[in-house]
Every structure is written in C-alpha cells, then in structure tokens.
C-alpha cells in the first residue's frame, strides 16, 4: 500500500513540476461502463464514469508518447439474476484515478490513433447493495421452512462498504486504444483488471470495461 500512494504522490509531483512547459492539456470525459467480477455467479451490469483527465507531452526525443491521467467517478459492481425468487445487485461507486503511459500517432492534421497501459488507484464512496425479492420468493421460503410472509415485490437493501461489506481499496491494471479527431475530441474503449479483493477471502475482483468520449480543451 505504501509503495503504491508514494508512486502517485511522485508522479503528481512530476505534473506539477513541468506544468510550467505549457506540455499539458486538460479535458473531460465520460462514458458507459460493463463490469464484473471474477467469480462464478455474477453476472455482468451497466454502470457509468464520467470526470476530468489530463495528458502530458513527454520529451521531444519521443515524439508522440505522452502521459494519460483521470480523475472520475465510476459506478462499477455485478448482478446475479435469481429469476422470480431474486435479484442482487452491487452497486458501489468509486473516486477512480488511472496513471497511463501511452503514444499517440498522428495520421494527419485531423485524425490520429492511440494507445496507452498502466495503474489505477480507486477509493470506495458510496453505494448500495440491493435485493429484491420474486414472485417465488415466498413459495421458496415456505419448502425451507422459514417463516417470511408477503414479501414478494420487496426489497432490501444496506451500505455495500463497510466491516460486512466491499473493502474501499482498489487497484488494478489498465489498458486503453482509441481515436482522436481535430486534436479535441476521442473515443476509446479501456479495460480495467483488478489485482486486490474486493472482499476479504472473496476471491472476487473487479474488471471493468469502459467505453469513453472525451474532449480537450
């Protein structure tokens, strides 16, 4: 954990330190998210991401190579679809910051393809997990032996971060490709693999992907 907020903090200090030769551009972006986790039972869920970003020029003995930052807010989770006994739903939304390395190839004046890799930090914010109970519901409670009455069409729901729920803690690996037109405006597609747990003794991790618009300023 250490080593991993002292590279952020080493590489916020590198943008802040050469700012100054006017290399940086700032832009938003936004876009549709298809998340999951990484087992069995869960299946994939729409979310979203939208925020700021940043690119920094790097020397010019690499032209075309560049640094690619974020800061968005990002609804990633799963589903499992129960049918007519139950639906669970994950929702949890993250503070996410990914630290890109990429090159940009310029096919002319208008248009140029890119490419980029490297880490995301993410930090829990808030967010729900959801149950919601079927026609079947209380025909199922009812062969189990338990007691629960008139609960069809209801639901439940409880904080997904917390002692009992989802750590806020991520980290993963990303990897983006996308086009730019007159220099202001992208499209990309991402993929986000988580490396921690999102759970403790879960085995479950997060992967995530991403298809973005953007602009520059």
Same mark, same amino acid.
């Given at each position: 954990m250490k080593k991993?907020?002292?590279?952020?903090?080493?590489?916020?200090? !590198?943008?802040?330190?050469? /700012?100054?030769?006017? /290399?940086?551009?700032w832009g938003v972006m936004a876009g549709m998210n298809v998340?999951?986790?990484?087992?069995t039972g869960f299946d994939s869920r729409i979310g979203f991401h939208a925020g700021v970003k940043a690119e920094l020029g790097l020397s010019q003995e690499a032209s075309g190579a560049y640094m690619d930052f974020a800061a968005l807010l990002t609804l990633k989770g799963a589903k499992i679809d129960g049918g007519a006994i139950a639906s669970l739903k994950f929702?949890? +939304?993250?503070?996410?910051?990914?630290?890109?390395?990429?090159y940009k190839y310029a096919v002319n004046d208008d248009f140029a393809l890119?490419?980029?890799?490297?880490? +995301?930090?993410?930090?829990?914010?808030?967010?729900?997990?959801?149950?919601?109970? #079927? !026609?079947?519901?209380?025909?199922?409670?009812e062969m189990e032996g338990i007691e629960?009455? #008139?609960?069809?069409?209801k639901s439940l729901s409880e904080d997904i971060f917390g002692d009992d729920g989802l750590k806020r803690f991520d980290f993963g690996l990303g990897l983006k490709a996308g086009v730019e037109? !007159?220099?202001?405006?992208?499209?990309?597609?991402? +993929?986000d693999f988580g490396l921690?747990?999102?759970?403790?003794?879960s085995g479950m991790k997060n992967r995530n992907l991403m298809l973005s618009l953007g602009y520059m300023f």
């Open positions: 991993v907020l002292l590279f952020f903090a080493l590489v916020a200090i !590198s943008v802040v330190s050469i /700012n100054a030769q006017d /290399n940086l551009k998340s999951k986790y990484t087992i929702n949890p +939304y993250y503070l996410e910051i990914p630290v890109h390395i990429g890119f490419g980029s890799v490297g880490p +995301y930090i993410a930090v829990g914010l808030f967010g729900k997990a959801k149950l919601n109970m #079927g !026609s079947a519901f209380d025909d199922l409670a629960i009455e #008139g609960m069809e069409g037109f !007159s220099k202001k405006y992208q499209v990309a597609i991402s +993929y921690v747990e999102v759970a403790k003794d």
